[in-house]
Structures are given as structure tokens and as C-alpha cells.
């Protein structure tokens, strides 16, 4: 199976890609858009076949083994991959590659005598012959010039993982028996680089092999990360900081069906920031029937960061297509017996959830029950994408406010492997006091008896795994009306 599960960080407000095995939804690509150096191509190249083998990899690890609930499974994967990657292409290749998708998948759930697992084989041998015919004909498509197989964002899923970033081409995530396909691959390699062609019909070719075996060795990646937060406005607000923070993630296979991940934390003090040295996450996640359980101590991101984003001690079940379930208990550093009901829906170029969290605050001496609703939404389009979410709390601030928002505009990708990739994100806030429990923002929002304010940020990827970003917060307290403004900075190495 393919389980892809990462290590929670602090995530960029405005939309990020890394090189790491979680599926990144695309937009468009501008078709006037030409090349740049040959060795853009070749990773333009690899980006392309890494999208592909992921969804060689997502068919292959599908669970259903039920015929009709495979071909449902099946042609909406499917759909779905063909939607995202068609603006990857130039536009001489659209046509033929949609056709073959459509050839591939027509057959498939066509078939009145479907062997499932003898399809998912078929399907891999089908899209590493595809891949190799994409990637081998891209500069026969504008004479003279190479066509940039340029992708652009319209959404990066709450996964912020601390990944290996410098490694584009998906690793052991994807590997398969020799036997899995009887057929050889015949193809030319063309212009491509031979150890990228070689290392890319190798994964697709080997699709799957975690279906019958578990990944037993240790898998190590982590950051560093250096940051500058100036502080300004209300006299009690005025307090500036700095400090480095290294994170270590570590993974290893237990089974077929299980891993089991840990993150260790250290925090160097320069100016009112922490000293400290923790091993801060600790959990397992698999299968359990159709269903992925996590459970430890694990990172958790509430309603896009607007919440909460840390730690969470407890139990996470996510099941569920195309409506995604997920239901979560535990405790956070705030709060106790935290329940936690979400439901997402994903479609091309949007998506949806609702969610309720329901818990009790550590520091209330009784056991008052609090609650968070949620209703929230992202629409892409080009290099855009929009966001906009409501909270609701059961509990009023002393003004009787309850009610709170969020709306927000990101504009382009950055890439941690790419240089010259950049994000740039604009958000407006109004939230009072009890819709949020630790809010995510690099703001002080948090510290605040509720807000509203603007926050304006860009990251840009100034060397492979090498990315800065600055980012402004200017909130007003919504209860004392007082002023907090902050200019957060921080440069950030992936490995």
C-alpha cells in the first residue's frame, strides 16, 4: 500500500509545493510560456512522470477489491488525473493524451469479467508506456524552441510535510515485482537524460511492491529554520524575537499496513524565544479496512490553520470518497477531551469542508464545553485561488460576539526545489475571542481577546531546499480596540 503521511510543520500562509509523495492539485499553464535551460527541461520532464506515478501509484494501492467499487474508484481517479495534468502539457500533446486516458480507462471499466488486480497491473505497464511516450516527444512540439512543461497552483493541501524537498522523482513510495507485467518496455529515451529515464521507467514499471511488502528501512529529513519577528503598537505588544529551530522527522515501515513516524525538535534562543530540545511527535498510521488511522502524538491543523496548528495527543480516522470523513479525539497543549468531526469534499478546481471541534479549555477549573463550527471553501483559477470560511462559537466574547471569518487570496506556487519559485498570499481576519484555540498566524493574533486585521506575505526559493519569506500582520483587538503589527521574517533549509 502507499500510505502518505507526513510530518506537520508551520506551514506558509500562500500555497507551497514539495517534493514529496502528497498529491498537489495544478491549474493552468500559460501556452505562450517557452523554454528556458536544458536542465529545466529534464525536471519540467521529471515533474510530469512523478504525477503520473503517483496516480500508477494511487490506482494500484486502491483498496477496493469489490469489481464495481473499483471501476467507481477507479474512473474517478482518473478523471481527476487527466483534469490535473492536462495543463502540464503543451498544447500539441493534450489531445492524443486525453485520448489515451480516455482508451485506458474505457476498457478497463468496460470489462464484464474485470480482475482487479490483474487491471492495476495492466494500468501501470499502460501509463509507463504513456509516460515514456509524453516525455519523449516534448521537444519535437515547437521546432527550434523547448517547451517549458510548465504547472502553476490552484491549491496545496493542509500537508505541510517535512520532506527529503531536494528529490523531485518519487522515491521507494512506488516500487512493484518484477513480475507485475509480462511486457517490456520499447522506447526510445530520446533527449531525456539516460539516468533520469532509466530511474523513471523504473519506478512506474515497479509499481506496487508495498502491496505485498512492508518499507522496513529508516527514512530521515528534516529543516532549519532561522526566523525575526518585529513587534509593534499597543506598549504590551512591543516585545521583538528570534530564534533557530532544527526539526529531524524519522519513519520506518512496521508492516504491510503500518509505519510508524517521530519527529525530533530543538529550539535555540536569540532574542525572547525558546530553549528547549524535545522529541515533540511520536505516532503510527496504516489501514485499518478502508479506513487510515492515525494514532500518537502527531501534528494536526484545524480549519486551514485558523484554529489551531500543533500538536495534538490523541486518535485521528480518516475515511470516506469522494466526501472525505475525518473524526479525531484527543487533547491539545490547550485544551482536554478534544472531539473533532470534519467533512471534505475535492473536486478539479475547488473544494469544500465543514467541520466541529468540541473540547474543554486545561485551564477552566469546571468542565465547560466548548464549540467551534466551521464552513469554508477554495476556488482556483489560473495562478489564483480564493478561500473564504466562516466559525461560529458556542461561546460569546463580552461584546456578544461569535460569529467570525476568514478570506483570502494566494496567488502563484512556490516549489522548495525549484529556484526562482515564489507564493504570494493576502488574508483578512475577524475573529473574536472563541473562535480559535492557538491560532496558526505568525501574527500575535493569538495573544489577542479575538481580532481583525489584514496579513500580506510572499516566500521565494532562493536555492534548491533553500526558501525565505517575509510576511506583515496588522490587527486590532477586538474587545480593547488596541493595535498589534508585526513583520515576521524567516529563511528556511530543507534536507
Known amino acids: ?38 536542465g529545466n527541461t529534464e525536471k519540467l520532464k521529471a515533474e510530469f512522470a512523478y504525477e503520473m506515478a503517483l496516480i500508477t501509484a494511487k490506482i494500484v494501492s486502491a483498496s477496493a477489491t469489490n469489481d464495481e467499487n473499483f471501476r467507481i474508484e477507479f474512473a474517478y481517479a482518473a478523471a481527476q488525473a487527466t483534469a490535473k495534468m492536462m495543463p502540464m502539457l503543451p498544447s500539441g500533446q493534450r489531445d492524443d493524451f486525453a485520448y489515451d486516458m480516455a482508451r485506458i480507462t474505457t476498457r478497463i471499466i468496460s470489462d464484464k469479467n474485470l480482475d482487479v488486480e490483474k487491471a492495476k497491473v495492466e494500468f501501470a505497464y499502460e ?5 515514456t511516450k509524453i516525455i519523449t516527444s516534448v521537444d519535437e512540439i515547437i521546432p527550434g ?16 510535510l517535512l520532506r527529503n524537498n531536494a528529490d523531485i522523482e518519487p522515491k521507494a513510495t512506488v516500487k512493484v515485482n518484477n513480475n507485475a507485467a509480462e511486457q517490456k518496455v520499447i522506447a526510445n529515451p ?6 533520469t529515464y532509466t530511474g523513471l521507467i523504473d519506478e512506474l514499471m515497479h509499481v506496487g511492491d508495498r502491496i ?49 513516524y517521530g519527529m525530533l ?28 488511522v492515525k494514532a500518537g502524538s502527531f501534528g494536526y491543523l484545524m480549519a486551514d490553520g485558523n484554529i489551531y496548528d500543533s500538536d495534538f495527543d490523541g486518535v485521528n480516522i480518516d475515511f470516506g470518497g469522494p466526501v472525505k470523513y475525518t473524526m479525531s479525539y484527543g487533547e491539545t497543549d490547550e485544551t482536554k477531551r478534544t472531539y473533532i468531526m470534519t467533512a471534505q469534499y475535492h473536486d478539479f478546481d ?18 465547560k464545553q466548548y464549540t467551534i463550527g466551521t464552513l469554508g471553501g477554495n476556488y482556483n483559477f489560473s495562478d489564483f485561488g480564493l478561500g473564504a470560511m466562516v466559525l461560529s462559537s458556542s461561546q460569546k466574547d463580552s461584546k456578544g460576539d461569535s460569529l467570525g471569518y476568514v478570506v483570502g487570496l494566494n496567488y502563484s506556487e ?63 483587538d477586538k474587545i480593547t480596540g488596541e493595535q498589534g503589527d508585526t513583520w515576521w521574517s524567516q529563511i528556511t533549509h530543507y534536507f
Open 127 to 131: 501509463m509507463a508506456q504513456l509516460t
Open 190 to 195: 530520446g533527449s531525456i537524460a539516460p539516468e
Open 350 to 367: 475547488y473544494n469544500l469542508e465543514a467541520g466541529v471541534y468540541r473540547y474543554q479549555m486545561k485551564r477552566d477549573d469546571g468542565h
Open 414 to 476: 512556490l516549489k522548495t526545489w525549484r529556484p526562482g519559485t515564489y507564493g504570494i498570499f493576502a488574508k483578512y481576519y475577524n475573529q473574536p475571542r472563541y473562535t480559535f484555540i492557538a491560532h496558526g498566524m505568525n501574527g500575535i493574533g493569538g495573544r489577542l481577546n479575538g481580532f481583525k486585521g489584514t496579513a500580506l506575505g510572499v516566500n521565494y526559493t532562493f536555492a534548491e531546499n533553500v526558501v525565505g519569506g517575509i510576511e506583515y500582520y496588522d490587527l486590532t
Open 265 to 292: 525538535e530543538g529550539q535555540k534562543n536569540l532574542l525572547n524565544y525558546n530553549n528547549n530540545f524535545e522529541f515533540s511527535r511520536l505516532y503510527v498510521a496504516g489501514r485499518v479496512g478502508t479506513s487510515m
Open 212 to 260: 505485498s511488502q512492508s518499507d522496513n528501512k529508516v527514512n530521515i529529513d528534516g529543516e532549519v529554520r532561522y526566523h525575526y519577528a518585529s513587534n509593534s503598537g499597543a506598549d504590551r505588544w512591543k516585545r521583538d524575537s528570534s530564534g533557530i529551530r532544527a526539526r529531524v522527522g524519522l519513519d520506518a515501515g512496521i508492516n504491510q499496513d503500518w509505519r510508524a
Open 145 to 160: 524552441k523547448r517547451t517549458v512543461l510548465n504547472v502553476y497552483n490552484t491549491e496545496l493541501e493542509p500537508k505541510t
Open 1 to 38: 500500500m502507499v500510505t502518505v503521511i507526513g510530518i506537520s510543520t508551520d506551514h506558509f500562509q500562500g500555497n507551497v509545493a514539495y517534493a514529496s509523495n502528497g498529491i498537489i492539485d495544478r491549474s493552468e499553464l500559460d501556452n505562450n510560456r517557452t523554454a528556458v535551460s536544458r
